[in-house]
Nanobody, 125 residues
Framework: VQLQASGGGLVQAGGSLRLSCVASGRTFSGYAVGWFRQAPGLEREFVAAIGWSGGVSCYRDSVKGRFTISRNNANYTVYLQMNSLKAEDTAVYYC???????????????????WGQGTEVTVSS
């Protein structure tokens, strides 16, 4: 499974962006997908994840109430709607699929694989 993230860009603080993660192949459905981000000089960190049915989602505390993760299994896509963006949201955002059998909602990087290339988000203050 190859995942491709897109939708990043430059936005002013308080603005919005919607990221998309498109999967190739037929193994997208049935697995959770997560978004992570990595700011310059920092380690990659968990942002949000969603279960295969879309009924369960998990977020890091700093984005709760501002970001919404969703998915459309018919077109193999997971979205991350980001509102009220802050300068500290600036990072390269990556999507990844869960490793089967892992507890993906705990937001641990090792529980995800099939990383795609990231999309850069820059929030100007």
């Amino acid at each position: 499974v190859q995942l491709q993230a897109s939708g990043g860009g430059l936005v002013q603080a308080g603005g919005s962006l919607r990221l998309s993660c498109v999967a190739s192949g037929r193994t997208f459905s049935g697995y959770a997908v997560g978004w992570f981000r990595q700011a310059p000089g920092l380690e990659r960190e968990f942002v949000a994840a969603i279960g295969w049915s879309g009924g369960v989602s998990c977020y890091r505390d700093s984005v709760k109430g501002r970001f919404t993760i969703s998915r459309n299994n018919a077109n193999y896509t997971v979205y991350l709607q980001m509102n009220s963006l802050k300068a500290e949201d600036t990072a390269v955002y990556y999507c990844a699929r869960e490793v089967p059998g892992r507890r993906w909602c705990r937001g641990v990087e090792a529980d995800f694989g099939s990383w795609g290339q990231g999309t850069e988000v820059t929030v100007s203050s």
